[in-house]
């Protein structure tokens, strides 16, 4: 923590390598965020830089500067949630073969393509229903351990606000969840039947 209030402070006085070495240090965990949230590609990268921007703007106003990873964690899920709800809003058309969803079409027919990928999409869509009735915590520590890059133990410790020693513990309780689930179940119950 001292060391990214020491990069905070520099980054305030304009070090611009100060600047990139807390994105480099915070990369993973806004990102894990942000793919939680399951937004195209596009929209993914404009809410990364938003959040950049919104540090730079707000750099000079932070009061904890070594908590920054949970200012960062928090900023990204607002600006993601903001996204979501402003793209909630479906609108139909008279075309019966598209649906537009956020105003972006969606070809009907290539739902219905049978085999193999009709049966992935389906194991998809159940494990992330299934995520979707872990609570936000569980959710936010597993997007976070499986962050490519990693993020470090210490960093989910700051952002989550839990100590370093629970992180594997709560994983397993999460995990046990999510297994748990009656879509899980389905799907290891299909596996073990093939």
Do not use: K
Not at 69 to 85: D, F, I, K, P, S
Not at 90 to 103: C, K, N, S, W, Y
Not at 145 to 152: E, K, M, N, Q
């Amino acid at each position: 923590m001292e060391d990214v209030a020491r990069l905070v402070e520099a980054a305030r006085q304009g070090d611009a390598a100060a600047w990139r070495a807390l994105v480099d240090g915070h990369t993973g965990l806004v990102w894990s965020i942000v793919r939680g949230y399951r937004l195209d590609h596009e929209t993914a990268r404009d809410v990364y830089q938003t959040v950049w921007l919104r540090l730079a703007e707000h750099l000079d106003r932070i009061r904890e500067p070594g908590r920054l990873a949970g200012w960062l964690g928090q900023t990204t899920r607002n600006e993601c949630v903001g996204v979501v709800r402003q793209r909630s809003r479906i609108v139909l058309t008279d075309e019966p073969e598209h649906v537009r969803a956020g105003g972006e079409p969606v070809d009907l027919a290539a739902w219905a393509e049978p085999g193999s990928r009709l049966e992935r999409d389906e194991t998809r869509a159940a494990v992330a229903a299934a995520f979707d009735r872990l609570g936000e915590r569980c959710q936010e520590l597993l997007r976070l351990l499986v962050c490519d890059p990693p993020v470090s133990y210490e960093l989910i410790s700051e952002s989550l606000g839990i100590p370093v020693g629970s992180i594997g513990p709560t994983r397993a309780r999460c995990l046990q969840t999510l297994r748990s689930t009656p879509e899980i179940s389905r799907i290891s119950a299909g596996l073990r039947s093939s």
